[in-house]
């Protein structure tokens, strides 16, 4: 009976864990990006790095550290988040975490980047890349 009972709380309790993480990140992305553009209103530019707002060892919920890509610097599309029709998810810089797997890539639709929880449409959409 004890197994029985742990077999089916182990899976509600990772599940409830994971959703704890991803609602975790979102709002520190939400923390975050507000933060950057704060930057912009007292500085008249984005932050050049995370670490411009004190936020450069900030770690998501699954240890690693927030990605932020400031456009000013990017020459070409190549680095910036993409949707689904290969355009740019945001026009002044990306904010995003690479999600429980660790890895990520440009496009959102990639295998790599669908745990991702971004940033999109210039702050109008925080949540998994999945869902945008």
């Known amino acids: ?23 975790r990140a979102v709002g520190d992305i939400h923390t975050i990006g507000s933060e950057a553009e704060e930057y912009f209103i007292l500085n008249n ?10 936020r450069g060892n900030y770690l998501d919920p699954w240890g690693n550290p927030y990605q932020y890509l400031n456009f000013a610097d990017v020459k070409g599309k190549g680095k910036m988040r993409k949707d689904r029709f290969l355009v740019p998810i945001n026009s002044f810089f990306d904010l995003y975490s690479m999600g429980k797997d660790g890895a990520s890539v ?21 949540g998994p890349a999945s869902d945008f």
């Not at 745990?115 to 925080?126: E, N, P, R």
């Open 106 to 126: 440009p496009p959102l639709t990639a295998k790599a980047s669908q745990d991702d929880i971004i940033w999109a449409s210039d702050g109008s959409y925080v």
């Open 45 to 54: 530019k984005f932050p050049d790095s995370l670490a411009d707002i004190n």
């Open 1 to 23: 009976m004890i197994l029985t009972i742990s077999a089916i709380a182990v899976p509600n309790l990772t599940a409830a864990l994971d959703q704890a993480r991803v609602a």
